[in-house]
């Protein structure tokens, strides 16, 4: 499946995580959209553009097992939890329970708004290895306490990799009265996602990693009646409109002014291009993959697996445990000398090389990154083992 991608061949790419890959089917509609949006910007924005972001939203909203009434679009999940950060309204010593295993950009909107509003932003630690979904949810609540308001946390984590047990906290946190909030970045086109059965207060993710959209395009899921407390992270048109849409709640959200949406409405495209190309099967092989390698890479770099090798805690990607004192060293390293693209990612003190497999990757290419170790570790002291 690489025939599709714009992918640079020359490069081996293990790093499908970070930012995704867009097949050529998709990006050409993508352009599509652009030029017929230049072709007559007026026309495009005043009368299209809301018919055509209401099918976007439709299709995504079937894909994601949700309304398409309850989420709109945005660039990416950052912009999307701080709009939410923005409406929560939390007092002084008001506590939003996490992990330690969030991602950076989301762990900085939060500090952010702590010191803004007095609350406090509480990393519960989730020990690696992880041994059972039991302990993560076990670790997890001990984190609670009657200054709990709401609870946040990745459905999987970027550094890490691991699938958390979302729905079963979701349920705990309602029957705490807490708010929800999930951040699902790496989730669909992924691994299997329903928003109404997880039943999430919030949800935000991208389609732009896993999906394979152009980069920029994501969404925000609310719950029905939460969307009238949600304020705009950008007051615009849509607030006070002279001429209401069909909910206060997307008005609000979706009319922004003066913006290129062309992203967002490629995604009937994107689905297409997924249900053509079988992607659930081709998604499949690929998770085999990475469980079919995740212990040999362990043995090479002298570290243990960070969770059970299991398709109940890792999808298509996993972290490595690297012993290096040089992180940053490392991955130019690889890039620069073995033209690998692959993250070497920080958590807490200690760092993962971190592997992704999508449809254009083979077992070889994690055969070059072998390679690359074995000389790296023969050759130089940028790796301890």
């Given at each position: 499946?690489?025939?599709?991608?714009?992918?640079?061949?020359?490069?081996?790419?293990?790093?499908?995580?970070?930012?995704?890959?867009?097949?050529?089917?998709?990006?050409?509609?993508?352009?599509?959209?652009?030029?017929?949006?230049?072709s007559d910007p007026v026309d495009?924005?005043?009368?299209?553009?809301?018919?055509?972001?209401?099918?976007?939203?439709?299709?995504?909203?079937?894909?994601?097992?949700?309304?398409?009434?309850?989420?709109?679009?945005?660039?990416?999940?950052?912009?999307?939890?701080?709009?939410?950060?923005?409406?929560?309204?939390?007092?002084?010593?008001?506590?939003?329970?996490?992990?330690?295993?969030?991602?950076?950009?989301?762990?900085?909107?939060?500090?952010?708004?702590?010191?803004?509003?007095?609350?406090?932003?509480?990393?519960?630690?989730?020990?690696?290895?992880?041994?059972?979904?039991?302990?993560?949810?076990?670790?997890?609540?001990?984190?609670?306490?009657?200054?709990t308001k709401v609870v946040f946390?990745?459905?999987?984590?970027?550094?890490?990799?691991?699938?958390?047990?979302?729905?079963?906290?979701?349920?705990?946190?309602?029957?705490?009265?807490?708010?929800?909030?999930?951040?699902?970045?790496?989730?669909?086109?992924?691994?299997?996602?329903?928003?109404?059965?997880?039943?999430?207060?919030?949800?935000?993710?991208?389609?732009?990693?896993?999906?394979?959209?152009?980069?920029?395009?994501?969404?925000?899921?609310?719950?029905?009646?939460?969307?009238?407390?949600?304020?705009?992270?950008?007051?615009?048109?849509?607030?006070?409109?002279?001429?209401?849409?069909?909910?206060?709640?997307?008005?609000?959200?979706?009319?922004?002014?003066?913006?290129?949406?062309?992203?967002?409405?490629?995604?009937?495209?994107?689905?297409?291009?997924?249900?053509?190309?079988?992607?659930?099967?081709?998604?499949?092989?690929?998770?085999?993959?990475?469980?079919?390698?995740?212990?040999?890479?362990?043995?090479?770099?002298?570290?243990?697996?960070?969770?059970?090798?299991?398709?109940?805690?890792?999808?298509?990607?996993?972290?490595?445990?690297?012993?290096?004192?040089?992180?940053?060293?490392?991955?130019?390293?690889?890039?620069?000398?073995?033209?690998?693209?692959?993250?070497?990612?920080?958590?807490?003190?200690?760092?993962?090389?971190?592997?992704?497999?999508?449809?254009?990757?083979?077992?070889?290419?994690?055969?070059?990154?072998?390679?690359?170790?074995?000389?790296?570790?023969?050759?130089?002291?940028?790796?301890?083992?």
């Amino acid at each position: 499946m690489s025939s599709p991608f714009l992918l640079n061949p020359a490069i081996t790419f293990l790093n499908h995580g970070s930012f995704g890959a867009c097949p050529k089917p998709i990006f050409e509609e993508f352009q599509r959209f652009q030029l017929e949006l230049e072709s007559d910007p007026v026309d495009f924005i005043q009368r299209k553009q809301p018919a055509y972001l209401k099918t976007a939203r439709e299709s995504l909203a079937k894909f994601v097992g949700c309304q398409a009434q309850d989420l709109f679009f945005t660039s990416n999940p950052t912009f999307a939890i701080n709009t939410i950060m923005r409406s929560i309204q939390l007092k002084e010593g008001d506590e939003i329970l996490a992990t330690n295993h969030e991602y950076g950009a989301m762990d900085r909107t939060w500090n952010f708004y702590c010191k803004k509003s007095g609350a406090k932003y509480i990393r519960q630690n989730i020990t690696l290895p992880v041994t059972s979904k039991e302990q993560i949810l076990e670790e997890f609540w001990k984190g609670y306490n009657a200054n709990t308001k709401v609870v946040f946390l990745n459905q999987i984590s970027s550094a890490t990799a691991l699938i958390f047990p979302v729905k079963e906290i979701c349920e705990r946190a309602k029957e705490l009265g807490l708010i929800t909030i999930v951040d699902g970045a790496h989730v669909p086109g992924h691994i299997d996602l329903n928003i109404e059965e997880l039943a999430p207060d919030y949800y935000t993710a991208t389609l732009h990693k896993w999906m394979l959209a152009p980069k920029g395009s994501s969404f925000l899921y609310v719950k029905p009646t939460l969307q009238n407390e949600l304020e705009p992270l950008v007051v615009s048109w849509g607030y006070e409109s002279v001429a209401p849409g069909e909910s206060q709640f997307l008005d609000y959200h979706e009319l922004q002014g003066t913006r290129d949406v062309s992203v967002f409405l490629c995604t009937p495209k994107v689905i297409e291009f997924l249900e053509k190309n079988n992607w659930k099967a081709v998604s499949k092989n690929c998770k085999q993959i990475v469980l079919d390698n995740c212990q040999r890479f362990c043995d090479l770099l002298n570290t243990q697996p960070i969770s059970p090798i299991t398709s109940e805690f890792l999808g298509q990607m996993a972290s490595i445990p690297i012993n290096t004192s040089n992180p940053t060293a490392l991955k130019n390293v690889l890039f620069e000398t073995y033209k690998i693209q692959v993250p070497v990612m920080p958590l807490n003190g200690d760092y993962y090389i971190r592997y992704s497999i999508n449809g254009y990757n083979t077992q070889e290419d994690l055969d070059v990154l072998y390679k690359a170790l074995e000389d790296i570790i023969k050759t130089t002291d940028l790796i301890q083992v």
